[in-house]
């Protein structure tokens, strides 16, 4: 029995590609470099902003040539995640299904959280934008943890903290077994197994679909629309 359902952000409740993508762009104008398009940004999506910067600073300085300092890094990242936080909603769209998923899910009394590699904040001012917060007893970013994805630390504190919400109102605390994490990258799917948790991909997102399904998911399916447990 399936009593928790975390969810991995980008690709899963929300496209939000559009937005990182000129986020990203705009990151790189006011710190004097080229842009990349949009394909050469997507590519590099899903491994927190770190990464994502850290990729996509490498593939600009390939592109024109230019040297990149890499103590620059960390003022690059906090001017990114400024801009993206006050510009997070421009183009980022809500999948098909997920409104329906996620009432279901309350009706039946089943806990729900975010376990993603997004910044808190970030991910905060979409589920405001899309009035659907209060559905998340928890939200997990990169902020909380030592180790992101495909490390098994978001899921362990996000059930770590429903468990402690759980024991206020006396009830059981959730087993491993009882959770299930919903991803679209191969990371999600190897944080689960690594926890303990049943798993499932969703192989319309942001990530890499061949590599989702070599991580053999418990359960596999195309997009929201056709989730269940």
Known sequence: ????????????????????????????????YGNLTYDEVFKNIGHGA?????????????????????ALLPEI???YIDYYTSHAVVDTTIYDGVMEVLYQLSVED???????NKPIKVTETILEH?????YFDVIVGPESIK??????????????????LLTTIGEPEILAK???????SGVDIK???SFGAKSCGILGGIGNSERLKLENPDILVNTMTEFSM
Request: charged share 25%; hydrophobic share 45%; glycine share 6%.
């Open 1 to 32: 029995m399936i009593r928790v359902v975390l969810f991995d952000f980008d690709g899963v409740i929300v496209d939000s590609s559009k937005d990182i993508a000129e986020a990203v762009n705009k990151t790189f104008s006011h710190f004097g």
């Open 130 to 134: 899309f009035d659907i917060i209060d």
């Open 77 to 79: 990242k906090n001017w």
């Open 147 to 164: 180790e992101m994805k495909p490390a098994p630390d978001g899921i362990k504190l996000a059930v770590e903290k429903i468990n402690r």
């Open 50 to 70: 770190q990464h994502l910067l850290a990729a996509c600073l490498n593939d600009i300085c390939v592109k024109t040539h230019k040297n990149f300092n890499s």
């Open 178 to 184: 009882e959770v299930l994490m919903v991803g679209d």
């Open 191 to 193: 944080a689960a197994k």
């Open 110 to 116: 089943v806990r729900m959280g975010i376990v993603s």
